[in-house]
């Protein structure tokens, strides 16, 4: 089973900022990888796709790099909707997430 | 407007069954391979099961093989998830969502709680 491990668990940023978050796999997923966006009570929201495709209507802001093992979303410059849980999702074989990034404010 | 919606949630004690629903409309359903994806109280997501289009390939995480079955009826634009031996662990928000292979869970439902307890 491929496992995704993501860093941080917890980020404080404040608007305006440049956010990074890292996703790896435990073995080669190509570029098999999708990140999503979850609000509380809410279903995850699709962003990226094929690691660094934007899904349509999500703002460009958001940006998915990398392919292999390592991947990461960066968010441009954090906006108050943002704040928010994003998890990575790999589909290279079968599908697993990611433990999940909480962005909280700081 | 593609629309997912779950039923079928609820209190159930351990060794119990529960059959889930996703009612799907707004998109040519039979088109579409289509999952289930739960989420423990506080808790990360989990994949639990995917079905192709026409039913001919079934997955399932190791955590519910042998205990749950995904089926769909395409006639009736319809998912299900048969869970049996329910144990505690298996609380959860069940979300049903569309696979857009390559691109990822594109529609999601706004989940049905299933919580497992005597």
């Known amino acids: 089973d491929i496992q995704m491990t993501q860093s941080p668990s917890t980020l404080s940023a404040s608007v305006g900022d440049r956010v990074t978050i890292t996703c790896r796999a435990s073995?080669?997923?190509?570029?098999?990888l999708a990140w999503y966006q979850q609000k509380p009570g809410k279903a995850p929201k699709l962003l990226i796709y094929?690691?660094?495709s934007l899904e349509s209507g999500v703002p460009s802001r958001f940006s998915g790099s990398g392919s292999g093992t390592e991947f990461t979303l960066t968010i441009s410059s954090l906006q108050p909707d943002d704040f928010a849980t994003y998890y990575c999702q790999q589909y290279n074989s079968l599908w697993t997430f990611g433990q999940g990034t909480k962005v909280e404010i700081k | 407007e593609v629309q997912l919606v779950e039923s079928g949630g609820g209190l159930v004690k351990p060794g119990g069954s529960l059959r889930l629903s996703c009612a799907a409309s707004g998109f040519t359903f039979s088109s579409y391979s289509m999952n289930w994806v739960r989420q423990a109280p506080g808790k990360g997501l989990e994949w639990v099961s995917s079905?192709?289009?026409?039913?001919?390939?079934?997955y399932y995480a190791d955590s519910v093989k042998g205990r749950f079955t995904i089926s769909r009826d395409n006639a009736k634009n319809s998912l299900y998830l048969q869970m049996n031996s329910l144990r505690a662990e298996d609380t959860a928000v069940y979300y049903c969502?569309?696979?857009?292979?390559?691109?990822?869970?594109?529609?999601w439902g706004q989940g049905t709680l299933v919580t497992v307890s005597s």
């Open positions: 094929k690691a660094s």
């Open positions: 079905i192709s289009s026409s039913s001919s390939y079934i």
């Open positions: 073995q080669s997923i190509s570029s098999w």
């Open positions: 969502a569309r696979d857009v292979s390559p691109t990822g869970f594109d529609y």
